[in-house]
């Protein structure tokens, strides 16, 4: 089964963000708290999509270090990330840097960020949701 990094998210966006894919995609959710246990995590084992926070919750850095460093490392390249964040202003920059268009914990669920998301996840059966 496909593997999703959720990285940097509160315990409330964390549990509505692996619902929401459990729900619509056949996926199991890793969650680690800063972005070198992302890059740990992403050297341990093989995940389809990774999702970062604008702000790392636990510590208030900046997601983008994150797209930045993925981006900027041959092994981790071609891997897609999307940024969780409500702000156009933050998911152009985002995109800018390598990211693929990601979506706001306002627009969870809205057909245009599961779109998104089935671009790089299997969807869950009729009968298996």
Known sequence: MPSVLDVGNCDPDH????????????????????????????????????????????DDSDGMELIRRMKADPALAAL??????????????????????????AALNAPQTLARIAAHLPQQSAGAA
């Open 15 to 58: 549990a509505a963000i692996r619902a929401m894919l459990t729900r619509h995609f056949r996926a199991e959710v890793r969650r680690v708290m800063f972005v070198e246990e992302a890059l740990a995590a992403l050297q341990e084992r093989e995940f389809a999509l990774v999702l970062v926070n604008r702000r790392i919750f636990a």
């Open 80 to 105: 897609p990330v999307m940024l969780v964040s409500n702000y156009p202003d933050a998911q152009a920059a985002a995109v800018a840097a390598g990211a693929e268009p990601g979506f706001g914990k």
